[in-house]
């Protein structure tokens, strides 16, 4: 099995599954999912066969699109253990591939999420308190909101 391996600012990370996502170095990457060339459907998690039309030998891999709208979301206070809350986590629509995904949403305040805003995918780490080294290292994907830029000017 090959082991994705991550430079930069994500170094020695490993991801909580293999075969999810690709990170380049500047920090930047996406989720990879699968196609059927037959019927059009896009899958992710990638699939073994199409769930439309049961074919196993026309599916491709595809680059999913890093932004999407949130569909819905909700903020998690009880959590499975080794899991620190509250946290958010919800549906995105990425409307290019037509795939809606469940995600972790970070770098928000639960007021600032209204559904159809736009959001973009980031990594980070996985929002668990680790038992080894091993959980230390673990990375997920994530949405957020996308940063806004910044309107000050510089300090004279």
């Known amino acids: 099995m090959k082991t994705e391996t991550f430079c930069g600012e994500f170094e020695g990370a490993l991801p909580f599954r293999q075969g999810l996502f690709l990170i ?21 998690p990638r699939r073994e066969f199409c769930i439309e039309c049961y074919q196993r030998s026309h599916l491709e891999e595809v680059k999913l699109d890093t932004t999407g709208t949130l569909y819905t979301f909700t903020t998690v206070f009880r959590a499975a253990p080794g899991f620190k809350t509250p946290y958010m986590v919800g549906y995105i629509d990425l409307e ?14 639960p007021e600032a999420l209204k559904i159809g805003i736009r ?10 308190t680790p038992k080894d080294e091993i959980d230390k290292k673990q990375l997920t994907y994530q949405f957020r909101p996308p940063r806004q830029p910044s309107n000050r000017k510089g300090f004279i």
């Open 24 to 44: 380049n170095p500047d920090g930047s990457g996406y989720l990879m999912g699968n196609r059927c060339q037959l019927c059009g459907v896009t899958f992710f």
């Open 96 to 109: 290019k591939n037509g795939v809606r995904i469940f995600a972790p949403i970070t770098d928000c305040r």
């Open 119 to 128: 959001m973009e995918l980031v990594f980070g780490k996985m929002n668990k």
